[in-house]
């Protein structure tokens, strides 16, 4: 039985001068996150947003500072705890610190992270995913949420969407410009019809299908789809069911993923793990294990053995 949460830890990650500490300090200040309990604020990254005194005080907050990632440790966590009784934790963790090292840490008895919120620079972006793409990954890998501040629909920002996707498909993912959060950034960019008596996924548009009918499955309930893939067949499925994806590749060549929705087909208990498949199914929409609630479903009139294509990889970059 896991230990109930009495200290809820907020972590947020990003890189310097990503927007952490002005969206802590906007937080500290709304009447929804006031908590008549101490809030402690870790700052492990120190910008050109500072933490004024008037505002801690008003947030009945106190600010610890950790200089590098030797000093954030179990012994100094657990000294915090004492020290300050806190009832709620705020966490600015160092963008270029590994988030699998705190969330690997021992912490003190009854803390736990509640939330991991990545805040992301829309503006300097490319620039970051260019040089530091895994460490990125990493930061969104286990995020709830990734706010991309700064945007602009000029950006590819669906592209940027389904890259995160991929590795993180629960997270929730916000673009904001100075005026607020920017809607429909999907809008008119599918390639196939979905109006079409049978919906075409052309091997290179297999990674936009698999994100948009994980986002939006209730769209494709109904659809008549063909695709080819590759098998998988993991072990506590039924026998009339398998995994018709592809690998997915969001860094690097250590950094894949496989894609893909469960499908139905009497001819599911023939098939061989790792071929390929050409196949026609409809699309429908349960709640299914897997998916952690509603997903995509296939229900397949043709399976048929096809050749490997030519470029096996699916690429979000």
């Known amino acids: 039985m896991e230990e109930e949460i009495r200290v809820p830890i907020y972590l947020i990650t990003g890189f ?15 009447d929804y996150f006031a908590s008549p309990e101490k809030t402690l604020v870790i700052l492990c990254e120190e910008g050109e947003e500072e933490y004024e005194p008037e505002l801690l005080k008003s947030a009945n907050a106190v600010l610890e500072v950790i200089e590098s990632p030797e000093d954030l440790t179990p012994e100094r966590l657990a000294a915090f705890d004492v020290c300050h009784n806190p009832g709620r934790v705020l ?6 610190w590994q988030v699998s090292d705190l969330e690997g840490m021992q912490i003190p008895k009854g803390w736990g992270i509640v939330q991991h919120i990545t805040i992301v620079d829309g503006s300097t972006f490319d620039a970051y995913l260019n040089n530091m793409k895994s460490l990125f990954m990493e930061m969104v890998r286990h995020a709830d949420m990734v706010l991309f501040n700064r945007s602009s629909l000029e950006q590819p920002l669906a592209t940027y969407r389904r890259g995160i996707k991929v590795v993180n498909q629960r997270a929730e993912i916000i673009f904001e410009d100075e ?47 063909h695709f080819k893939a590759r098998v998988l067949k993991p072990g506590d499925f039924p026998k009339e069911e398998f995994v018709p994806g592809r690998i997915a590749m969001t860094c690097c060549a250590d950094d894949t993923t496989f894609i893909g929705f469960i499908c139905k087909s009497e001819n599911a208990s023939a098939l061989e793990e790792g071929s390929w498949v050409d196949v026609q199914a409809k699309m429908a929409v349960e709640h299914r294990p897997a ?3 509603e997903g995509p479903v296939l229900y397949a009139h043709q399976v048929e053995l096809c050749e490997p294509l030519e470029e096996e990889m699916v690429y979000f970059n």
Do not use: C
């Not at 920017?182 to 299908?209: K, Q, R």
């Open 179 to 225: 005026e607020g959060e920017l809607d429909d950034i999907f809008e008119g960019e599918m390639p196939f019809d979905l109006d079409a008596p049978v919906v075409e996924i052309a091997p290179e548009d297999y990674g936009l299908w698999y994100v948009d009918a994980m986002e939006h499955p209730m769209k494709y309930r109904d659809k008549e789809v």
């Open 16 to 30: 310097l001068e990503s927007g952490k500490s002005s969206f802590l300090k906007f937080t500290l200040q709304q």
């Open 291 to 293: 998916y952690y609630g």
């Open 91 to 96: 966490i600015e963790y160092n963008g270029m």
